[in-house]
């Protein structure tokens, strides 16, 4: 289950979607979860669904690879479709037992709050698939820079993202060895009362929560001893420059999303 985790991962291509600017990639995914949240119908989340198609077939990710990465997120999927289909009112009743009740609108909203998570979760995913973390950094404190203004650490902030985002992962790798590691000693992970299983793993908590403070501080001392003190007077070796294919994406989510807005407000 561990292996499914793919956030944080990179894979190296030379896609249309690996060239944009990181800039774009951060501003139009935002711009995707708002439609996201506006969309209400199944013609908006089909224009969502098709937009999100198109943008991984373009990036030339496998399929498989963002599959992958929902995996570990099924449960939280599967319980919010169940919250949704016992808990919505409204719509023709299809049947009743106890105190629950499913409706046609409870089936239609839980499917919709689903097919939601997914694609959100999977246009996240094309980001850091797509983009280095270095490069997330720089597009994520060049659009913050007008918050330097406030007083607002926006370096460190763009900076702890990316290294949390470097390291997931790492320590993903790091709790897999542990826990073949404890296996082999003996250890129990799947048997037993819930109760016993939370248990059996403090012998995989405790050993990767000292092994996480052992890389950071080893980080620390790295950046310290580069003469790292945060980002006054740093200077980039790759400036990030738009060009006409990231005017060309970002003028297109702006109409995604006005589109999205319109069809809502019209109920459509």
Same mark, same amino acid.
């Given at each position: 289950m561990l292996k499914?985790?793919?956030l944080g991962q990179y894979f190296p291509g030379n896609s249309f979607i690996h060239r944009l600017d990181p800039r774009t990639k951060l501003l139009f995914i935002i711009v995707y979860i708002t439609a996201l949240f506006v969309s209400k119908s199944y013609v908006t989340y089909g224009i969502l669904l098709l937009v999100l198609a198109v943008s991984i077939a373009v990036s030339k990710i496998r399929l498989s690879a963002i599959f992958k990465g929902l995996k570990p997120l099924?449960?939280?999927?599967i319980f919010t $479709?169940? &919250?949704? &289909?016992?808990?919505?009112?409204g719509g023709t009743e299809l049947f009743s037992f106890w105190v629950f009740t499913v409706t046609t609108k409870g089936v239609e909203f $839980?499917?919709?709050?689903?097919?939601?998570?997914?694609? &959100?979760?999977s246009g996240t995913f094309l980001l850091t698939y797509t983009t280095t973390p270095m490069a997330l950094t720089d597009g994520m404190e060049l659009l913050l820079t007008p918050f330097k203004k406030l007083h607002v650490p926006v370096h460190e902030f763009s900076m702890m993202m990316s290294i949390a985002l470097r390291f997931i992962p790492t320590l993903i790798e790091e709790a897999d060895k542990i826990t073949n590691a404890q296996k082999a000693r003996g250890a129990d992970f799947e048997t037993g009362k819930l109760t016993d299983r939370a248990k059996a793993l403090l012998p995989l908590l405790v050993p990767l929560f000292v092994s996480a403070f052992r890389r950071a501080d080893e980080l620390a001392i790295a950046m310290e001893s580069r003469c790292y003190h945060g980002g006054?007077?740093?200077?980039?070796?790759k400036k990030l420059k738009m060009a006409a294919p990231d005017i060309l994406t970002l003028v297109f989510s702006a109409?995604? &999303? $006005?589109?999205?807005?319109?069809? $809502?407000?019209?109920?459509?």
């Open positions: 499914d985790i793919t099924m449960f939280i999927m $479709a169940i &919250l949704n &289909l016992f808990y919505t009112k $839980a499917f919709f709050m689903v097919l939601r998570i997914m694609m &959100l979760i006054e007077g740093r200077t980039r070796m109409l995604m &999303l $006005a589109v999205i807005i319109i069809l $809502a407000r019209f109920g459509i």
